[in-house]
């Protein structure tokens, strides 16, 4: 079927087909993924649990999210869609279980941008108060990069593409030169008996057990090198390109963790790794990086800066081609489907930005931007979470359903049960302990979101039928 016929005059229209190549499709994974955040926060408190084996924990979650990648690449191969994971499960549990994914994908992916920009604001303010002696207060610089983030994405996905390519590469450059300047300098720390999970923050199983708790945090890092999946109908080759970029992000990205976590645990040394991430030792990276630079130190505050807004532009071009996919099919309203005339869904970018701001600033005063920042990942990880494990499911049923020619038992059930069950874990250990409040709330913020996207799916499945029916539909021609 023919974009063409299903899109209606005027307000809906094709995205810019071959747009983009394999590296703007791979680092809007890679920017997504937030490679220096990450680093500096996510994995910061894992130390807590896995000691100086950080590095073996980070490689044991390459290897789940290297089968997770394979596992959504299985469904970028034969449905490449801006609709992504909406319309992966629809094609494989049925229209509404892809609805209700797409509506949980757009609560994670709204909320990615005022995360970020609760890590832009403040940090900027920081750096502009300390070397400038100017103070605009952390929500004024919320706005700023607001209208950055504007002008990155409103003028077309190329403009936007190419920015997360440069963005994406100056932030892991950083970083994978500061870990080298650690390694040189501190080669008396550098073993092999760093990986020993005997040294782990839990001795419980062999120290096994504070290795596989602490790849809770270590998977979080991760989220986001599926970002790419909502690109696919402005990419060249899509059913070939995607796939591959959603693998290379995971692949790249975990080695990127794996070596910077070996040379942070040499450069902090492994007897003093009970401090790291310590109250006293909030920001290890920050002190590491002042002791090997001195007042060039400032780079890596300027790199974590650079790789929220890279995260934070990827967010903004997933959930407004996901919109777009929604409103074209008619199960949102129609006109998210519009485009302007750099090809970009303005009216689902410009709610984007609305949301931005909004969940930024009145969290941010709420609760301070520090404690809003925790509050707003841990609403948004948890729909990532049931997506990924959806996915997994839905892989199974499809080529069973669909290709079943092509069914292959280690590639189509191992390959994505053993992320399902890793996710399983994690999930587990979202409510185990339960949080202190407002993390508290994130659980029942999400159940209230999906009451909502059930309620909303319940008239649509008995007012407007037919756009369900639509959530299968794929708009790329040609050959797989």
């Not at 049923?397 to 994690?426: A, C, Q, S, T």
């Amino acid at each position: 079927m023919s974009a063409d016929s299903t899109l209606g005059k005027g307000e809906s229209g094709q995205l810019r087909r071959n747009t983009i190549g394999l590296p703007g499709v791979l680092f809007q994974s890679i920017t997504t993924m937030a490679p220096a955040s990450g680093l500096a926060a996510s994995l910061t408190p894992a130390v807590a649990l896995t000691g100086p084996a950080l590095p073996l924990t980070a490689f044991i979650a390459l290897i789940v999210c290297i089968f997770l990648a394979l596992t959504i690449g299985s469904m970028a191969k034969h449905l490449p869609s801006a609709g992504g994971f909406y319309t992966y499960i629809s094609n494989a549990l049925g229209q509404k279980v892809g609805w209700l994914t797409g509506w949980a994908f757009n609560l994670a992916y709204l909320l990615i941008i005022p995360f970020q920009l609760l890590v832009l604001g403040p940090t900027a303010d920081q750096l502009v108060s300390q070397y400038f002696h100017i103070s605009l207060g952390w929500f004024t610089w919320v706005i700023i990069f607001t209208v950055i983030l504007f002008l990155l994405s409103y003028f077309g996905i190329k403009v936007s593409a190419d920015a997360g390519v440069i963005l994406g590469a100056i932030e892991i450059g950083v970083f994978v030169l500061l870990s080298i300047w650690l390694l040189v300098t501190n080669p008396g720390n550098i073993s092999l008996d760093i990986l020993n999970p005997a040294h782990s923050g839990d001795p419980a199983w062999g120290g096994w057990k504070g290795i596989l708790m602490g790849m809770t945090f270590v998977l979080l890092a991760f989220a986001g090198f599926e970002s790419s999946v909502p690109l696919a109908e402005e990419t060249i080759n899509p059913r070939r390109t995607v796939p591959r970029a959603i693998l290379l992000a995971a692949v790249c990205i975990g080695l990127f963790y794996v070596f910077c976590s070996f040379a942070a645990m040499v450069g902090w040394g492994p007897a003093n790794a009970a401090l790291y991430g310590s109250p006293d030792h909030a920001d290890p990276w920050a002190e590491m990086a002042q002791r090997a630079w001195g007042p060039a130190s400032v780079i890596i505050l300027l790199a974590i800066l650079n790789s929220a807004l890279a995260n934070a532009n990827a967010g903004v071009n997933a959930v407004t081609r996901v919109l777009f996919a929604m409103g074209r099919v008619g199960t949102l309203p129609k006109s998210f489907a519009h485009l302007n005339k750099y090809g970009t869904p303005d009216v689902a970018f410009i709610l984007a930005m609305i949301v931005a701001l909004v969940c930024s600033l009145v969290p941010g005063f709420v609760y301070g931007p520090s404690l809003a920042f925790g509050f707003l990942g841990t609403i948004l990880i948890l729909p990532i979470i049931l997506i990924y494990m959806l996915t997994c499911i839905s892989v199974v049923v499809f080529y069973l359903r669909k290709h079943k020619d092509e069914f292959n038992v280690f590639r189509h059930v191992i390959v994505p049960v053993i992320p399902f069950l890793v996710l399983l874990v994690v999930l587990y250990n979202q409510f185990n302990p339960l949080p202190a409040a407002p993390l508290l709330y994130a659980g029942p913020i999400v159940l209230a979101w999906l009451v909502i996207g059930v309620i909303i799916l319940a008239i649509l499945s008995v007012k407007a039928p037919e756009t369900l029916a639509k959530s299968d539909e794929v708009f790329v021609e040609g050959e797989e």
